[in-house]
Every structure is written in structure tokens, then in C-alpha cells.
DNA sequence: GTTGTAATGAGACTCATTCTCATTCTATCA
DNA sequence: TGATAGAATGAGAATGAGTCTCATTACAAC
């Protein structure tokens, strides 16, 4: 979590972004958000279950369900066959993601702006001729973590 | 299929990264090789269960399962929940993907090569920090097609 | 406090993908 | 040209991440 100075105020967002779409701002969303905020890496359903076990599975899908359409959180395909969710862009800095094929770990980077604006760019031109229209992107890097390379 | 001028030569260098890894190319791995190579999108496996239907499904994932470890096809998560198949790098243009998050469709779009240039410095400077080794990358642009645009 | 509605928990269910194993190919070599 | 051992295949069972159902619980509004 970045772009809060207190986590009161990432709460308050987080209950405004439910409250648009109907939805009540409860514990167990409450407990999700303070995992996947305090995390530096994204979560996938085990670990969340590994570190909040008092949420049931099905709750826990519900709730980053739920989240999710309220743009609070975002979900991963990583290169395993596991999801992981993250906090929306709007909670975090833009970053990208490195993919560990070996053991299916997501590290977040932080890309230079420089580097974005010519993303940016590239997706306008590559989208543009499509009819396509983005919302957003991802780069993903796929190799080997340093844990996994030796 | 693009770097290849015939396809004989196609079949050629399938069958050479097949018995890299002691396989042998069979009819049912040159059907999925041809039906991929003819393909201009990826296709999911319902996509080759309608154009090959001769093929059993359990040996259609076995088959890009196989040709998959060979190096011969590259799977793609897309945004629902099917996975789509098609021909390794070595066998295209490196290029990346439009994933229309209505409809799951994948678009192939190929980048300047002053744009992969930046992406490819971006990588190394990307994973460098965390001692991780890059293999390759993707680049993903999520939105809606122009069907699912109106 | 009462009450209508939303959220939750437990577990059944779905279905893409993987696995098993009996059968069919096929490369090799006599 | 067989015979044969190992590889590939097909049919269907099994797996398991994710979804759905429904009875119960929490809560907002009055
Ligand atoms: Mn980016
Ligand atoms: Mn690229
Ligand atoms: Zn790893
Ligand atoms: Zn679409």
C-alpha cells in the first residue's frame, strides 16, 4: 500500500468503492483487504487461507469476487495453475509483474515513466488499428526467480 | 505461419524439436501442428475439438501438452477461463496479445521494433535487481474487442 | 427492538484438465 | 518381411480450483 497515509483513509476508499455498487464494507472483506494492502507480493487462495484461517474458501472467493467488480482488487493469472489477487492500480503504484515458471511466485516492479509513456504509446498504435479498446495493460516477464535459478 | 516457405520445412523443424526430447511426430501431433500453424488467433481446445473432431480431446491436451515441451506451442491464459494454444515464437513473429475481457477472444498484434528494443532494456533492468533470469516476456492488452464494443 | 435484506459458511457441484490403463502403432532389427 | 519392445493413443475415470445453493447469521433502517 502506497498511496494512503493512513490506513483509515485506504478503509474509507475501500467502503466508498463498495458502497457504489450496493455492497456493505463487512469484517471478512475488511480482513482480505488488510492482507492483500500489507502484502508485497500477490496472494493466492492458499496463502490467504494460510494467513487468515479463521475465512472460510468459499467466503474468501466471494470476497475477492466481490472485491474485484468493486475495483478494489485485482486477480492474476500467474504462470502456475493458481490466481493470485493483488490491490486494484488505484491502491498501488502501476507495476508490472516477473512470473517465475518454476515455482509459480509473482514479484511486483516498478516500472520508469519513461517507459510507461512508450507503452502507452505502443498500446494507442497496436489497438488503435483493431478497433480495440484498451483499459488496460500488463507486461509480464516469465523466467526464473532467484530462489529457483540455483 | 511466417518463416517458414514451405511447409514441409515447418513439419521438418517440428519433427526435429520433437526427437530433441525423444518423441516422435505422429498424425495426431501434424494435425494440431497444422491446424495452429494455419491459424491466424490462438485456439482453445473447443476451437480444436470443432476443427479436428477426429481428434479425442484427452489427446488433444496431451498433444499440446507434448509439442509444449518440445517447444513447438506456447499455451496463453486468456481472460476467461479456457486456455489458448498457438505456435511457439521460433515458429512466428515475436508479437503480442489483445485479451477482449467480454468475450475472451485473443488478438495477435505485432510491436516496432524500436518499441521491443525499449521493452527488452526495460526487462534487464526490470529483474536484474531481484536476480531473476528472463526467459521471455508478453505484453498484454486488455479491453474489448470490436464486437463486444457495439 | 423488529424486520427485511444482505452477507456468510458448509458443503455440494461444475467442468477444464490430468491421469490410468488397455489397446494400437511403429521403429528397430533379426 | 515379420516379430517385438517401447511409444502413442482413446475412452473414460479422477482431480481440484473455482462456483453455486441454501440454511443461518448479521445488520441497516425504521
Ligand atoms: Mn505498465
Ligand atoms: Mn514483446
Ligand atoms: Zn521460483
Ligand atoms: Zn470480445
Redesign the interface.
Known sequence: MQTFDTVDELHEFVEMLLHRIDQRYTIGRRAVVELLASSERPLSISDIETRVPEIPRSSAYRHLSDLQKAGVVRRI?ASDEFARFEMAEDFLHHH?H?L??SCGQV?D?T??RA?ER??AR??D???AA?????????????????NC?R
Chains 1, 2 share one sequence.
Request: hydrophobic share 45%; proline share 3%.
Open positions: 493469472a508490472h516477473l517465475c515458471s514479484i516492479v516500472p520508469t517507459f512508450t507503452v505502443m498500446v498504435e497496436l489497438t483493431q478497433g480495440f479498446r484498451a483499459t488496460s495493460h500488463a507486461l509480464d516477464v516469465i523466467g526464473h526467480c532467484a535459478e
